[in-house]
């Protein structure tokens, strides 16, 4: 096994484990949102905008592990620069901007909570929300710095 088959193969152990804790925050956060409801009925009215913007951000992340996956398998398969991995490479980027709005969305959420409700403060949440954007914008960035070389690279 020579070394880019090794680390390609860590790479995607790493993928698959990610989705597995995806999928596993995905079947806990029911729970945990009914227990949160029942502690504070007040605004249990919450509880839908974050789960819908949970799933989302579940659903973007374990879509972009799967076309990161896929992108692993090109890179084996020799097919890095190629038009498979040109469009892996978009579905990343979309996903991480589709992240972005969903973390946008409950920041929102968060603020107009903590607007409702004189004793909770959003700040550390928000603070939360907002390094995730910026990690996210981050990664966009890098995922769209690799497109254009691979573009003119297939292109040409």
Avoid at 6 to 24: E, H, P, Q, R, Y
Wanted: hydrophobic fraction near 55%; proline fraction near 3%; charged fraction near 15%.
């Amino acid at each position: 096994m020579n070394v880019g088959r090794g680390s390609t193969t860590f790479l995607k152990v790493i993928i698959f484990l990610a989705g597995i804790a995806v999928l596993a925050f995905c079947i806990w956060l029911p729970v945990i949102a009914v227990r949160d409801a029942k502690a504070h009925p007040d605004t249990a009215y919450f509880l839908i905008p974050f789960l819908v913007c949970a799933y989302g951000f579940c659903a973007a992340f374990a879509v972009s592990l799967f076309q990161a996956y896929k992108l692993l398998t090109y890179i084996e398969k020799n097919k890095a620069i190629s038009e498979l991995s040109l469009k892996s490479l978009t579905i990343i980027k979309k996903c991480a901007f589709a992240v972005i709005c969903l973390l946008v969305i409950g920041i929102v959420s968060l603020r107009v909570l903590a607007a409702v409700t004189v004793s909770d403060d959003a700040a550390g949440p928000t603070s939360l929300c907002l390094m995730a954007i910026l990690l996210t914008s981050i990664f966009a960035a890098i995922v769209d710095v690799l497109q254009k070389p691979m573009k003119n690279g297939i292109h040409s």
